[in-house]
């Protein structure tokens, strides 16, 4: 009912205004809710729950609450209380995560993941380890004895930038190849051996299109599971191992671009930026393989196919073998009134105990420890050559991730989009990749 | 409240017979601020307070997760010279220009044709389908036209390539020259249903003798159109576009969820940018200052169409 005195057009302008000065001022509000002194907040801290995030899709949950009851089992005076976020990539979980921190939320631990790992060291937010390690030392010795090398040098490279350690080596991921057996086999083909080339992987893909009509793969642009395995596999990588300076036009890199590019080109994938879901396509035998670390489990057992894959070493080109490596952090913040047990936790989680139970609840990273990843918590039910996935931390790379890694990874992903749909040459793609890393490092 | 109001209806009359209003006493003048309250509470809260967080924050540098510090008008120069700003500011200008002429055009032209003699269920079933996109979140609408615009089984894939567009291989959202007019079709798809609604409205308050006069005087349908509908319903349409201007000026949710604001910019928005740029960058204090930017610029364009009403639209 319009009120007294008021037309229906003067309502109409008023309306119009409102909507002008109310739609302007929650714009900007969205930009001001700031309070850095904010304390409290949901996340707990400063009492005797420990409060714990982590990223977690739905059908990751389980395994996680799993492996809480659990520490809560042996743990029976420690109250944790874990917030699962529920997304699918980590851009998306340090978003989430670092804005509920400079809204006041604390938290006491925090899973990291490699591309993480400078920002929130050199953010001075973290509690340094050194003091709890040097008291546990002898427990720690066992863990670092069966961790590989590789993974110990890289987790002190990355997430030690004053010298102080704050993480300890976690669980991880690398990639290889997810490969339907039956499809290989319907097309005519022989399963290749892990030291397959690219032209190996390419005739295979002409002969599955030909014969049967599916797709090879699912070329893709994200950083991890679609850009880095052609690059290191080539011999190249986005950055320097120090990740300083950028190394996308090398001559290797273009390389690789061209040949994902060709993969799309010559339609033995699909084009890029589609709804499909590429393990229900590969499970169903429309697709041969897919890029992958320990996660598509899942999927892969919910739709019980685990008998159809066969996991294989990234096929390769100018290098032996190649493949990214991210892997998991426990830090405790420097907030935390509760360290003592959060490093109970932490040292929980990297735990044999922990991560077997982890494996075994079905959880989708690779564990740290050599001995559980050979066992057959980790194992079992689980396609054939699930092992290559620690092996791959022999020849791996780790993800480069420098601080500005949240706007570098959006470019790569951005520019290498471009370059498997043929709007820009892998040439120029590449040169504009170098110079967007370039000018964020 | 009675009390009150019969006193002032019962309040003696002065000399020359105007009403003598008595003064409230000083409960009575608290009364409307009491019931303001709860909203302006709220208001205050939630918009003004943090507004004035953003003008403060837009004087910083803060990543979120360390301090603040003062950098004075730093942030406000980086705007002159932010080329990816310049362009997320070129998409929003023309995405708001097609999504004004399409909601005047496609709305109006939409409530014509249910706006005339037809069976009520038909009728209704028209203005129920018309409307019902508009209820759905972006979220979903966002994924219905990705499957839609599939580069591999899109239903819109496949009848472009039909009708000869050249270049659909790759998909829409992943090409550089479709991208941008695809979140303008489907921004219209999902937004268009406020238009009708409202220009049907105003068709159904445009009075029916102002039509049998103009029939008297002899005026075909096109005639009526021009001369009595378009007139009549010109306060109708200023507001559709000014709300049209605020909405797509602040386009956020298209970009967001279905390009990332790619290709290459193809398809950044500066509200997606300044998304980016705050929780994705860590640049909080210089998100602030195109927040800023952006409320300045709805500010002035509302002003100045407020200023150019009174040439066009009919106020009698």
């Known amino acids: 009912m ?36 904010g304390s409290g907040g949901d996340g707990g801290g400063g009492g005797a729950e420990l409060s714990f995030v982590y990223m977690g899709t739905a059908e990751q949950q389980k395994s996680w609450n799993d492996l809480f009851a659990e520490f809560g089992r042996t743990n029976r005076t420690i109250k944790l209380e874990a917030t699962g976020v529920p997304v699918d990539n980590w851009a998306a979980f340090f978003d989430k995560v670092n804005t509920q921190i400079a809204g006041g939320v604390k938290y006491d631990i925090v899973q990291i993941a490699t591309e993480g790992r400078e920002l929130f060291a050199s953010a001075n937010l973290l509690e340094p380890l050194d003091d709890f390690i040097g008291r546990d030392r002898r427990e720690l010795d066992e863990l670092l004895a069966d961790v590989d090398p590789n993974l110990i040098k890289w987790n002190t490279e990355s997430g030690s930038p004053d010298g102080r350690t704050y993480y300890l080596p976690g669980d991880f991921n690398t990639m290889c190849l997810w490969l339907n057996t039956d499809v290989v086999r319907r097309a005519g083909a022989e399963v290749p051996t892990d030291d397959w080339t690219w032209d190996d992987f390419y005739q295979l893909g002409r002969q599955v299109k030909d014969r049967t009509g599916a797709f090879l793969y699912p070329a893709t642009a994200e950083y991890f599971i679609g850009v880095m395995p052609w690059l290191t596999t080539n011999g190249a990588s986005t950055m320097s191992a120090d990740w300083r300076t950028a190394t996308c036009d090398t001559p290797e890199a273009i390389e690789a671009a061209e040949f994902a590019r060709k ?39 919910s739709l019980r196919a685990v008998d159809k894959f066969e996991l294989l070493a990234w096929p390769h080109n100018k290098a032996e073998r190649g493949s990214p490596v991210g892997w998991a952090g426990y830090p405790i913040f420097k907030t ?12 929980f989680l990297v735990s044999e105990e922990g991560e077997t139970y982890f494996a075994k609840g079905g959880g989708t990273i690779v564990p740290a420890r050599r001995s559980v990843a050979e066992s ?40 290498w989009g471009q370059i498997l749909t043929g709007n820009t040459s892998a040439e120029d793609g590449m040169k504009k990749m170098q110079d967007e890393i370039s000018a964020n490092l | 409240m009675s009390s009150g109001a019969t006193q002032i209806v019962g309040t003696s009359r002065a000399v020359g017979g105007a009403p003598r209003r008595r003064s409230p006493r000083g409960g009575e003048k608290l009364t409307p601020y009491l019931f303001l309250s709860p909203a302006l509470l709220l208001f205050l809260t939630f918009v003004v307070a943090p507004l004035f967080g953003a003008i403060a924050l837009s004087f910083t540098d803060w990543n979120l997760l360390g301090s603040k510090r003062f950098i004075g008008l730093d942030n406000f120069t980086r705007l002159a010279e932010d080329g990816d ?87 829409w959202l992943l090409n550089k020259t479709y991208a941008l007019p695809a979140l303008i079709l489907v921004d219209l798809w999902h937004t268009i249903g406020f238009a009708f609604v409202v220009f049907l409205a105003g068709l159904q308050a445009i009075p029916g003798h102002l039509y049998e006069a103009s029939e008297v005087d002899g005026a075909g349908p096109v005639r009526r159109f021009w001369h009595v509908t378009l ?22 949710e298209p970009m967001y969820i279905m390009t990332r604001g790619g290709p290459d910019g193809a398809t950044s928005s500066v509200v997606q940018y300044l998304y980016e740029t705050g929780f994705r960058n860590y640049e909080v204090g210089y998100a602030a200052s195109i927040g800023l930017l952006v409320f300045v ?14 040439r066009w639209v009919f106020e009698g």
């Open chain 1, 2 to 37: 319009l009120a007294a005195g008021m037309s229906r057009r003067s309502l109409l302008r008023s309306g119009a205004i409102a909507a002008a000065g109310l739609t302007s001022a929650s714009l900007l509000a969205a930009c001001g809710s700031d309070d850095s002194s």
């Open chain 1, 263 to 301: 993969l799309v080109q010559d339609r033995l994938s699909p084009a890029p930026g589609g709804s499909f879901d590429r393990f229900t396509l590969t499970i169903q035998g429309r697709m041969a393989a897919f890029g992958g670390g320990r996660w598509p489990i899942l999927q892969v057992r």
């Open chain 1, 336 to 347: 935390s009134e509760n360290k003592e047990d959060a490093w109970t936790f932490v040292k």
């Open chain 1, 376 to 415: 057959p918590a980790f194992l079992d039910d689980s396609p054939r050559g699930t092992e290559k996935l620690y092996e791959a931390l022999q020849y791996a790379t780790p993800i480069p991730s420098p601080p500005r890694n949240n706007i570098i990874q959006r470019e790569i992903e951005d520019i």
């Open chain 2, 85 to 171: 700003l310049h362009k997320a500011l070129g998409n929003t200008l023309i995405f708001t220009f097609w999504s004004i002429v399409l909601h005047v055009v496609v709305g109006l032209g939409m409530a014509l044709a249910v706006n005339r003699q037809m069976w009520r269920v038909t009728r209704y079933f028209l203005r129920t389908a018309f409307f019902f996109p508009f209820l759905v979140s972006w979220a979903a609408v966002a994924l219905i036209w990705q499957y839609a615009l599939d580069p591999n089984f899109g239903i819109a894939t496949f009848y472009g390539d039909k009708v000869g567009i050249p270049g659909l291989a790759d998909g």
């Open chain 2, 231 to 252: 007139p009549m319903l010109s306060p109708t349409i200023f507001f559709i576009v000014v709300i049209s201007f605020i909405g797509a000026f602040q386009i956020f």
């Open chain 2, 297 to 310: 610029a709805v500010l002035a364009a509302t002003l100045v169409q407020f200023l150019l009403r009174r």
